[in-house]
């Protein structure tokens, strides 16, 4: 039995009824999580962030909030609470660190705290926001990012009206600056020039620094043009660490011989996912540890000087082993299916790990993991233990090519064998993503919230997606929309083939790659689907390379050419090529400050289809918003509007677009 969908937001209350309830709109956008974990040397001690949404329509509009606390045992104790903002937490000894902008501080600084308690007490500040840091063994030095001082004249020639950008040209470097807190001036000294510095580490044994460095700061040359290389204190080069592609995390082992590197396979290589260590006793020589590992490599953590314990993904699960230097053989040490780990800290020489995960019933909370055992740290929402929870599996499907797929199905809260029901299928971005069996709700995937509404959701992994290693991942290049957007359609026939599905009744979203797939769902595809919302997505692929900030990356992971080796090909690729074949009712939403995939792209495909006229069609735009919605009001609209558009056409039998007024106004 369908129900009803209700935009009236229910809220929470302190007395939570013992039976099983529904989950509003506003929960599924709220809910709280823990959002980074740190372990002390001594194994035991941990503290982690825990990250509280604002409250729509009472608060302000901004980011989240966030409190840190630590915890020794059973006993947790609230170090940072209420409306603050911080981050890059971090242990040295019985310390705390932490980045924070506080009282009269006009840039984030670096602050401390003993873990007995106390004020927190500032001990780096700079010209400009400090970005990262790091802290020598020994607590002498801090090493951190950040840019040179702000050109004055630069903000007084705007009130002048002198504001003239110079596109990609007016670089302003992140550098790497050094500190020696033992002096009685703490003046931090610039350490690198003429480049991007994206992340600093202290080699431990020397005096090195650990730098990834870009040729300049535009983020495709982040992505793609990156490199892990030692600098002396003074600045100067004195080795680097040979690779191509994209770059990940990179850790030394405790006694600064072994560098693990999370990277690419080469340079054509759409994720960092596979696990590379250098020794540099041995010239730095580089080898590949895992090569033939079916999954992603997400994490690393030194255990010992000769163990490392590394997070991988593989297929719609997650794995935590051991890695000995020895004979570079891993074992378990959690097993897939447990959870789905998205992180992972260790401390030199301790048994514990922490383990950041989540899982179908709750988002990303705290764990210990001590000899194969999962003990729970953390219950950040409590009140979920009362929600209804639907049905959630795995399943695997075969395209028509014969290619095995995999996907993550969530029936109705009531599902009843042998009834068919309307789907939404939530259509991943990247490609170079991919979806785990754990907690899927998201303001674009209100998982909980659709099935009690009796929507089924798919969640598939086409071929492209990362997760099922690196000849997998490449699936998808060189064919824009082709088989990779048909193993969508083959997943929709399997489902209807299962019985689950009623195959007039499904419905496409997703946001960048996967508000891709919904435009080409809505337009070449569009009699497969009845409802479909577009955010942030392509649908030009042509004026899309000339608008993105990544056209380095596109080229190189995805397209493998250039729209002017093939420009037919390109537009026939494109959603608005097939505008006019479109019978697929579309909402189209999108920041206006997104420079991934420039809101030009939905007003192009809104414009098409609404001078076409043979199909409902509706642009929002969310001012201050980039390639995602970050904040909560901002995110609660996103997730009404698409619940009520999928609701109207998949269900009602709409055939106008409903009205485009929300009751906001109406929960002030």
Known sequence: ?????????????????????????????????????????????????????????????????????????????????????????????????????????????????????GEAQKVVSHVNNIYSYSISADGRYVAFRAQTKADENKSKLAKKGFRAEIYEEQHVFTHAWLVDTQVDTVEPVQVTDNQQVLSVAFRPGSEQLLVRTAPTALVDDNYMSSQYQLIDYAGKPVSTFASEGKLGKAEFSPDGRYLAVIAAADYNDPASGRLYVYDTSKNNERKDVLPDYQGHVQDIAWRKNDELIWLGHRGTQSEV???????????TLLEPGKLIAVDIEAA??????????????????????????????????????????????????????????????????????????????????????????????????????????????????????????????????????????????????????????????????????????????????????????????????????????????????????????????????????HAEKARTPILIMHGKEDTRVHPSQSMELYRYLKTHGKVPVRLVLYPGEGHGNRRVAAQLDYSMRLMRWMQHFLVDGGKEAPAHELPHADNL
């Open 1 to 117: 039995m369908l129900r009803r969908l209700s935009l009236v937001l229910l809220t929470a209350t302190l007395a939570l009824p013992a039976m099983a309830r529904d989950i509003s709109l506003t929960e599924t956008i709220t809910v709280r999580s823990v959002n980074s974990a740190v372990l002390a040397a001594d194994g035991q001690l941990a503290a982690y962030t825990q990250v509280t949404p604002r409250t729509p329509y009472k608060d302000d509009d901004g980011g989240s909030y966030q409190a840190l606390y630590t915890v020794l045992g059973d006993t947790k104790v609230p170090f940072i609470t209420g409306k603050e903002s911080f981050s890059q937490v971090s242990f040295h000894g019985q310390t705390l660190y932490f980045l924070a902008k506080r009282g009269d501080d006009k840039h984030t600084s670096l602050y401390r705290m003993a873990t007995t308690g």
């Open 321 to 331: 082993q051991a890695l000995t230097m020895q004979w570079f053989e891993s074992r």
């Open 348 to 577: 030199p020489g301790q048994n514990d790990i922490l383990v950041r995960a989540h899982s179908a019933e709750h988002p990303t909370e705290l764990f210990r993991l001590s000899n194969q055992q999962l003990q729970r740290v953390t219950d950040s929402n409590p009140w979920l233990a009362d929600i209804t929870q639907p049905r959630q599996e795995t399943i695997t499907y075969k395209a028509r090519d014969g290619l095995e797929l995999e996907g993550i199905v969530v029936y109705p809260t009531d599902y009843n064998k042998g009834t068919k029901y309307p789907l939404i299928m939530v259509v991943h971005g990247g490609p170079e993503a991919h979806y785990s069996d754990g907690w899927l709700d998201r303001y674009g995937s209100p998982v909980k919230y659709a099935a009690q509404q009796g929507f089924a959701l798919f969640f598939p992994n086409y071929r492209g997606s990362t997760g099922r290693g690196v000849e997998f991942s490449k699936l998808g290049q060189n064919d824009y929309a082709g088989k990779e957007f048909d193993d969508l359609v083959d997943g929709k026939n399997h489902l209807v083939e299962m019985g689950l599905v009623d195959a007039k009744k499904v419905g496409i979203t997703g946001g960048s790659y996967g508000g891709f797939a919904s435009a080409w769902g809505a337009t070449a595809q569009t009699e497969h689907f009845a409802a479909s919302v577009m955010f942030v997505g392509i649908s030009d692929n042509i004026s899309k390379f000339g608008t993105t900030d990544i056209a380095k990356e596109m080229h190189a992971v995805h397209a493998r050419s250039y729209p002017w080796e093939k420009w037919q090909w390109y537009l026939e690729r494109s959603p608005i090529y």
